[in-house]
């Protein structure tokens, strides 16, 4: 078995804690982008909170048409439909625009930090570690970092806020019929659980063979002319083959882990929100009720699985980040 590249064999700590990790990076790189990610996060609030107005006015806008047939009110809630609209789009261009600017700050003040530690270190360290491990650790640092707290910021933000929203929603129209959406959420938490391990692995393993990749362009690079003077390209292009097949194997293996939770979540989403409407069409046939409870509680369960699904992979992503921030 080939052996571990110095920087890389001994940068993988995984039994670190996952929030000691998250704690150091907002405290040494987070603490100064604090303000930026307050505004962020209100911005993301109001985002959330646009997002469950419309589903909650649904059912007076089904009403109105159908029911009541009230001009003045369906002119009324169209135009405030349409305001939510526009605060919505311009809170998500907000929130947006300052996470981008953010993670080009982190990942610049990142990238000198590392720099400078590098410079710190004796010759005898840069015996032990190629460039191309090192040009590793520096990318992969800065961006993981970046990506970390930027996913924290998002997760926790836009797609838990509008979560917690929309399933305010859904207690309000319907208490029995939400909390049979509700338990749809353990199962999310569960499946993606039981991916995460293996994406740690496969994360890990496809750093260690980028870098051995880098390692070897960087060598071709360099050795050319003896390369050259032995004849020996033919050899340098096989072996750079078959690195590159490697990489690009554990890469195709990370996708289909990082997607396959995706059919068993939209199984169990499906069951729970076609049980819902179900049950709720049949509640509602039997009696005298306008309709639009119903709808407005379909539609707040239909947009609640998509942000579910994000909080619930926000894990995964997260894993990949902190391969990246291990390496440190």
Not at 114 to 128: G, I, N, Q, V, W
Not at 162 to 179: F, H, P, R, S, Y
Request: aromatic share 8%; charged share 20%.
């Amino acid at each position: 078995m080939a052996k571990q590249p110095a920087v890389l064999s001994n940068s993988f700590d995984w039994d670190r804690r996952l929030f000691s990790v998250i704690s150091r990076l907002a405290r040494e790189t987070g603490s100064a982008h604090l303000g930026s990610y307050l505004a962020a996060f209100a911005l993301t609030a109001i985002v959330a909170g646009t997002t469950a107005a419309m589903a909650f006015l649904l059912e007076d806008v089904v009403n109105e048409i159908f029911v009541e047939r009230d001009l003045s009110a369906i002119f009324l809630l169209a135009g405030v439909v349409f305001g939510i609209f526009v605060v919505r789009g311009f809170a998500s261009f907000g929130y947006g625009v300052i996470l981008s600017r953010v993670a080009n700050a982190i990942v610049l003040e990142v990238k000198v930090r590392c720099y400078k530690h590098l410079m710190s270190k004796e010759p005898s360290f840069f015996a032990r570690s190629s460039s191309g491990e090192l040009m590793t650790l520096i990318n992969a640092g800065s961006k993981g970092a970046s990506g970390l707290l930027n996913t924290i910021a998002v997760g926790m933000g836009r797609d838990f806020l509008t979560v917690i929203a929309l399933i305010g929603v859904l207690l309000v129209q319907d208490t029995e019929l939400a909390l049979g959406v509700i338990v749809a959420v353990p199962i999310f938490a569960l499946i993606v659980s039981q991916a995460t391990k293996r994406l740690r692995t496969l994360s890990r393993k496809t750093l260690q063979l980028s870098a051995a990749l880098n390692n070897r362009i960087r060598a071709s690079i360099q050795g050319v002319r003896v390369a050259k003077a032995f004849g020996i390209e033919a050899e340098l292009e096989k072996a750079m083959q078959r690195n590159a097949a490697d990489v690009r194997s554990v890469a195709n293996k990370q996708a289909i882990v990082s997607n396959r939770v995706t059919p068993f979540t939209e199984i169990v989403g499906g069951t729970a929100v076609a049980g819902c409407i179900a049950f709720g069409g049949w509640r509602l046939s039997g009696t005298d009720e306008p309709p639009g409870a119903l709808i407005s509680f379909i539609v707040a369960a239909l947009m609640v699985y998509d942000p579910a699904r994000r909080v619930s992979q926000a894990r995964a992503s997260i894993e990949k980040h902190l391969v990246g921030d291990r390496i440190k």
